[in-house]
């Protein structure tokens, strides 16, 4: 009878510090990385392009739970990308986000997260081809928590960027892409 309730016990505490990383109050600290495939559009003077590209982007995230389960934070994304026919480009974006983790009991959290903000984008080397603008993204996924503060996040994301270019306004990219992803995050 003493080792059931010892049991019970155990896992009574292993589910309330299950559920104590997305507690209100708590910060997460994210590192992703998205490997996707694009299909990106461009427009200059009423010509239209469409290529095909490989993508890779790094984001780090920082985010403070203001109710359990919702956080708010800032993302940064680093994406480095080569399409068809063109030279390497490269993206910075800064997002302010909110991700939401469903209450669910164990170690497996889906969560949802959404973001818009600002990036910067380049191509080559030249300062024609550089571009600002808007930038959005969301995605969902599941958080594995491998240890009680530790969690491997998994997932899909969708982005889109609308910029244009600086030296030349009214030239414009618009870009939409899927990609995978995969990273740790730390609560505390």
């Given at each position: 009878?003493k080792?059931?309730?010892a049991?019970?016990?155990?896992h009574?505490l292993?589910?309330?510090?299950?559920n104590?990383?997305?507690e209100k109050?708590?910060?997460?600290?994210?590192?992703?990385?998205?490997l996707?495939f694009?299909y990106?559009?461009?427009?200059?003077?009423m010509k239209?392009?469409?290529?095909?590209?490989?993508?890779?982007?790094?984001?780090p995230?920082?985010g403070y739970f203001?109710a359990?389960?919702?956080?708010?934070?800032?993302s940064?994304a680093y994406?480095?990308?080569?399409?068809?026919?063109?030279?390497?480009t490269?993206t910075?974006?800064?997002m302010p986000?909110?991700?939401?983790y469903?209450?669910?009991e164990?170690?497996?959290?889906?969560?949802?997260?959404?973001?818009?903000?600002?990036a910067?984008?380049?191509?080559?080397?030249?300062?024609i081809f550089?571009?600002?603008?808007?930038?959005a993204?969301?995605?969902a996924?599941?958080?594995?928590?491998?240890?009680?503060?530790?969690?491997?996040?998994l997932?899909?994301?969708?982005?889109?960027t609308?910029?244009e270019?600086?030296?030349?306004r009214?030239?414009?990219?618009?870009n939409n892409g899927?990609g995978?992803?995969?990273?740790?995050?730390?609560?505390?």
């Amino acid at each position: 009878m003493k080792k059931m309730i010892a049991l019970c016990i155990a896992h009574l505490l292993f589910l309330l510090t299950a559920n104590a990383q997305t507690e209100k109050g708590k910060w997460v600290i994210s590192g992703q990385t998205n490997l996707s495939f694009a299909y990106n559009s461009s427009a200059e003077y009423m010509k239209s392009y469409k290529t095909k590209s490989g993508t890779f982007t790094l984001q780090p995230a920082v985010g403070y739970f203001v109710a359990t389960n919702l956080a708010v934070g800032l993302s940064a994304a680093y994406t480095y990308s080569k399409a068809d026919f063109s030279e390497a480009t490269s993206t910075l974006a800064l997002m302010p986000q909110a991700e939401y983790y469903f209450p669910l009991e164990g170690k497996a959290r889906p969560f949802v997260t959404i973001g818009g903000g600002y990036a910067r984008h380049s191509e080559g080397d030249s300062a024609i081809f550089k571009y600002d603008g808007f930038a959005a993204g969301g995605g969902a996924g599941v958080a594995l928590f491998l240890k009680n503060n530790i969690s491997l996040d998994l997932g899909a994301h969708y982005t889109y960027t609308q910029l244009e270019n600086i030296q030349k306004r009214g030239y414009y990219v618009k870009n939409n892409g899927l990609g995978f992803l995969a990273g740790f995050s730390l609560f505390f």
